[in-house]
C-alpha cells in the first residue's frame, strides 16, 4: 500500500498523521520492511504525484484559512490533482482543515460555519460510528462510541434540509456526536453541526471528511488509542 499526505502552508497535523497511518502501514499485511511504512508528503504546490492508493488531508490552517477555511487550499496545483483522482476512486480522507477542503472542492457536500460558541475548541469529544460499512469505518462496530479530539474554530456543519435528508437516507453520515450513551444532544456538540454530524462520506463512500482527529489518539503514549482502528482498517482494506 502507498499513501500520500497533502501538505499546505499553515498544515499542523501533517506529521502526526503520518506516525499514525505510517504505524499501521508497517504493521499491515502489505508491509515487508519498515521502510514500506513511509506516507509519502506531497507539497501544495506539487501537481504531479506518485500513484497512491490512498490520499490524506490533515488538519490545520491551509493557507491560514484566509476567505474561508480550506477556499484557497482547494484551488492549489494539488488538490486539481487530487480531486482528478478521487472522481476516478481513489480513497481521499480529510481531517478537520482537510474535511473543510473537501466540501470546498466539492467533493463532499455541505459547508462550514464558526462554531456556535465562537469560540475555539479544544478538547476530547464522543463519537457514535454510524456505519461499518466503508473502508474508512471497517475496523469499527456501527453504534460504537468513540473518544477522539477537535481542535477547531470553524467546526459547524451545514447543508440545506433537502441535503440532510439525502445524507440520511443515503447511509452518507460517518460519525455524530453523542453523549456516553450513544445519545444525540446538544451538550454533547461541540460546535452546534447539523444533526450532531462529524464525518460525512462522499456517495460512493471512497471519500470521507471529519472533524475529529483520530491520528491524536492513536498510540497509548497519546492517552488513548480509539483513532487507530480507522488507520489499521484502511490499510487491511487497501493492501
Not at 499513501?3 to 499491515?28: K, T, Y
Not at 456556535?116 to 469529544?125: G, I, N, T
Not at 456501527?142 to 440545506?160: E, F, K, M, S, W
Request: aromatic fraction near 6%; proline fraction near 6%; include cysteine.
Amino acid at each position: 500500500m502507498k499513501a500520500a499526505i497533502i501538505v499546505f502552508p499553515g498544515s499542523n497535523c501533517d506529521r502526526d498523521v503520518q506516525v499514525a497511518l505510517g504505524r499501521s502501514m508497517r504493521a499491515g499485511p502489505g508491509a515487508k520492511r519498515a521502510g514500506d511504512g513511509a506516507p509519502v508528503m506531497v507539497w501544495h504546490k506539487d501537481a504531479d504525484f506518485d500513484k497512491v492508493d490512498l490520499i490524506v488531508l490533515p488538519g490545520g490552517f491551509a493557507y491560514g484559512d484566509y476567505l474561508r477555511c480550506g477556499a484557497m487550499a482547494a484551488h492549489s496545483p494539488a488538490m486539481r490533482e487530487v480531486v482528478r483522482r478521487a472522481r476516478k476512486g481513489v480513497p481521499v480522507l480529510g481531517i478537520c482543515n482537510g474535511f473543510q477542503v473537501l466540501t470546498e472542492t466539492g467533493l463532499l457536500p455541505g459547508a462550514f460555519l464558526p462554531n456556535a460558541s465562537l469560540k475555539f475548541v479544544c478538547r476530547d469529544v464522543l463519537i457514535r460510528v454510524e456505519t461499518s460499512q466503508s473502508l474508512f469505518t471497517s475496523a469499527y462496530e456501527t453504534g460504537q462510541t468513540l473518544r477522539v479530539p477537535v481542535a477547531h474554530h470553524d467546526g459547524n456543519y451545514v447543508a440545506g434540509e433537502d441535503q440532510l435528508e439525502r445524507l440520511e437516507a443515503r447511509g452518507q453520515i460517518a460519525f455524530r456526536y453523542c453523549d456516553q450513551d450513544g445519545e444525540m444532544t446538544a451538550q454533547a456538540n461541540p460546535n452546534g453541526a447539523a444533526r450532531n454530524i462529524a464525518g460525512v462520506f462522499n456517495e460512493a463512500k471512497t471519500v470521507l471528511g471529519m472533524m475529529p482527529h483520530p491520528e491524536r489518539l492513536a498510540d497509548p503514549a497519546l492517552g488513548g488509542t480509539d483513532g487507530r482502528p480507522l488507520f489499521d482498517g484502511l490499510v487491511a482494506a487497501l493492501s
